[in-house]
């Protein structure tokens, strides 16, 4: 076996460091998702904008030794498909995860969109298919959808996608699509076929990744649990016929000694504003992700000190009040979270989409002196 | 008013008016080995039609056009791709993007717009096509009856333009809804893409006149094109008129009339001579199948000049030209045509 590690670009921007919010690279002001602050590259009038700094972070993971990287789709960031093309002729080997919901895009568009950013990028194009999310969010995209409708759909569309791919006309008569000899035009054709991530933890999504996906992701859970869920899903797209491997999303904070790491996400909790507590000691879950709610299902009722996010060893859930995002990642010495992460290859992950703050300086740091300890054995 | 010159981005292939068959330039295949097999040949498959793309796209900046238009061609690359492609190797081109309201929801649309206009200093545009007929669309996923796509494109740009500029914005129309949807931080306040429509019907011509910033005519007949614009500014007089016609320009007419007979043998097209008593001539449909332009301006440079200059008179203050090949046409028509237009157009605006 082999295990690819990929980074994360930051598309919500991002803060200096882990200990404090300030200063904010990119235009985005955290906690205040309706206004504007102008901060590194946010727009000024030196003809910069956050795409400059994206590419610096795109170019260092590539020189560290990451395959590429996840580019992260929410409603107030920018957006991945532009990114990637953007960024293609200046980049030499990063491979450009695209998170994205199908929905939101005609399929024989996507293909033809799909096949044109492999032949911009020389290949490097892969997706990351996102069904879940959902509630009143969905309508904001314009989507009316429901839930397992979505996974449907997600079939449907890569159905499509597959089908037109080798160029030969391709008829589809589905609930959500139909398409009458359809067919990529050469030499559109000579592409490979994207990798598929697919995330979504509800049966409905297995049975929908089981038919496409490559790699399973899913955001770190306790390790109990997540080997359970990597069974499950092995088992599950076993018996449907279609081996795929597990792929983990994480946060970390990596330093020369665990002590020095922890002193990052203890100036980091310390920084928060006491809202910031409140609003994640009350908040309810909301949306119908799945995934969202295993999460959130071992949070402790009330926090006051960083510690009582330890949830174990190496394991901190408090990453979400750090930034947007998942709540757990790994926190310790260099082999400290070199060892977590081989933890994970043993109990079933394949690939790893790793992100630290600043995204920039953290990529060489733990391409430098995290990924040559990992030992990569089941 | 400031004349605008737009070259075209050929997104599904090039050719030459000396030489009619499509060629896209750079792209090679392991077996296509063009040369003899005593010759070496060191390009590999290191190179494909983006390479050359992006070329066109850095000759019309370097020769001084404001903008490319890069087209929506079923048969080649996806219009979205390549222009973030081309973004960061051009300085000053607005980046007309053509593609059809198809494309899935118009939220995903704007917001994506949203992106390229913070990286590119708000130089992208939109042309929102109608497309090719009920067939085509079939085979692209797409069950629209002709009937509707002029109100298809109507809500398209309702809420684009809606989420682009409000928060919060709902919509519910017959193709797109939304609730409570908007941009906000960074991805609010930022300009909607500059918008050019076509169409000649009286729908098409209202929904431009209602939403466009331009409205592109492709008219057959050069004799047309002043009804047209009386028609279109009837609707509404700030609209402005951008005309889309392809260039052979040559240094003298000879030399342009054999490059099109020529092409025109090569071809076997339909295409001839519009009768018409000045010059330059107007052939119909000569590089079509390439440019999909209706109309060639074929002559010298100083005719096509005069030419242009009358369209100018006649209201048009836009122009999506191309010719092929669309790196060396760049370069021609920006060293011979563009300079004295410009010194026409600056000259005007300083009388005005």
Known sequence: MSVDFFWRLPTHGEPSSHRNPAPFRGDWPPGADNSQRIGLSGGGEDGFSYIDYVAEIAKAAEISGFHGGLIPSFPMTDEPWAISSILARETKTFRFMIAFQPGFLNPVTAARMTASLQRATNGRALFNIITGGGGPSQLWWGDVAGHDDRYTRTTEFLDILRGVWKGEAFSYNGKFYQVENAALPYPLTKEEFPEIYFSGSSDAALVSASKHADYYLTWLEPFAQLREKFERVKHKTDALGRKIKCAVRVDIVARPTEEEAWREVKRGFENLSPEVIQRFNSRAGSGDSVGASRQGGFRPSSVNSYKDLIVEPNIWSGFNLLRGGQGNGIVGSYEQVAERLDDLVKLGADAFILASTPHLEEAYRVGEEVLPLVKGLR | ?352
């Open chain 2, 1 to 352: 008013m400031a004349i605008e010159f737009i070259w075209q981005l050929p997104s599904s292939g090039d050719a030459r008016f000396g030489d009619a068959r499509f060629t896209k330039r750079g792209e090679r295949d392991n077996e296509n080995h063009v040369y003899s097999s005593h010759v070496t040949d060191p390009r590999g498959t290191r190179f494909n039609y983006f390479d050359y793309l992006h070329q066109v796209a850095r000759a019309a900046d370097l020769t001084g056009f404001n903008g490319i238009q890069i087209q929506h061609d079923l048969a080649g690359d996806e219009s979205w791709i390549i222009v973030g492609y081309v973004l960061r190797g051009t300085r000053h081109l607005k980046l007309l993007t053509e593609f059809e309201a198809s494309r899935g929801s118009a939220v995903y649309a704007a917001k994506n717009a949203v992106s390229y206009q913070r990286f590119s200093g708000n130089r992208f545009a939109w042309q929102i096509s109608s497309g090719d007929g009920e067939q085509v669309r079939k085979q692209q996923g797409d069950a629209l009856a002709e009937i509707d796509t002029y109100q298809r494109i109507d809500e398209f740009i309702r809420v684009a333009k809606g989420v682009i500029t409000q928060a919060p914005f709902s919509f519910k129309g017959d193709f797109f809804e939304v609730l409570e949807g908007g941009f906000k931080g960074p991805l609010a306040g930022n300009p909607v893409p500059t918008i050019y429509l076509s169409g000649e019907s009286d729908q098409a011509i209202a929904i431009s006149a209602e939403h466009a910033d331009y409205h592109i005519i492709n008219p057959l007949k050069a004799d047309d094109i002043q009804p047209l614009i009386q028609r279109i500014n009837a609707k509404n007089p700030e609209l402005a008129i951008s005309l889309r016609i392809d260039l052979l320009a040559r240094e003298t007419e000879e030399e342009a009339v054999a490059d099109a007979e020529r092409f025109l043998a090569q071809t076997a097209s339909a295409a001839h001579i519009d009768t018409g008593n000045h010059l330059p001539l107007v052939y119909q449909r000569l590089a079509t199948q390439h440019t999909h332009a209706n109309l060639t301006l074929v002559g010298s440079y100083a005719d096509i000049i005069l030419q242009i200059k009358d369209y100018i008179n006649a209201g048009v203050s836009s122009f999506i030209f191309a010719g092929i090949p669309h790196l060396e046409e760049a370069y021609r028509i920006g060293e011979h045509v563009l300079p004295q237009l410009r010194a026409l157009s600056n000259s005007a605006s300083n009388a005005a």
